[in-house]
Nanobody, 123 residues
């Protein structure tokens, strides 16, 4: 099983990026998916989660209203649209596959983790 995150980069504050995470090796259409991030010197934190069919989502408060998580089960891919980016959003963003179908905020509820993609927001 492999998860490959892409779409990161350098952007000015107020800009947008769209992250993608493609899974291979098996289908995850019945699993929740999540995005997490880790800033330099900080612990990894929850960012967003989506249930198996995309009908339920949730976000950490600091990104609510700016980020949108979505998924395309036909492509075995989850996305994170990030708008109105702030310097404090700078981090390595990673995707993960949940152990169940429902949304989850805890890292222990995720089984497979992908290599992250760097997002850097300049002021």
């Amino acid at each position: 099983v492999q998860l490959q995150a892409s779409g990161g980069g350098l952007v000015q504050a107020g800009g947008s990026l769209r992250l993608s995470c493609a899974a291979s090796g098996r289908t995850f259409s019945t699993n929740a998916m999540g995005w997490f991030r880790q800033a330099p010197g900080k612990e990894r934190e929850f960012v967003a989660t989506i249930n198996w069919n995309g009908g339920s989502t949730d976000y950490v408060g600091s990104v609510e209203g700016r980020f949108t998580i979505s998924r395309d089960n036909a492509k075995n891919t989850v996305y994170l649209q990030m708008n109105s980016l702030k310097p404090e959003d700078t981090a390595v963003y990673s995707c993960a596959v949940g152990v169940s179908s429902g949304i989850s905020y805890s890292q222990t509820s995720y089984r497979y983790w992908g290599r992250g993609t760097q997002v850097t927001v300049s002021s």
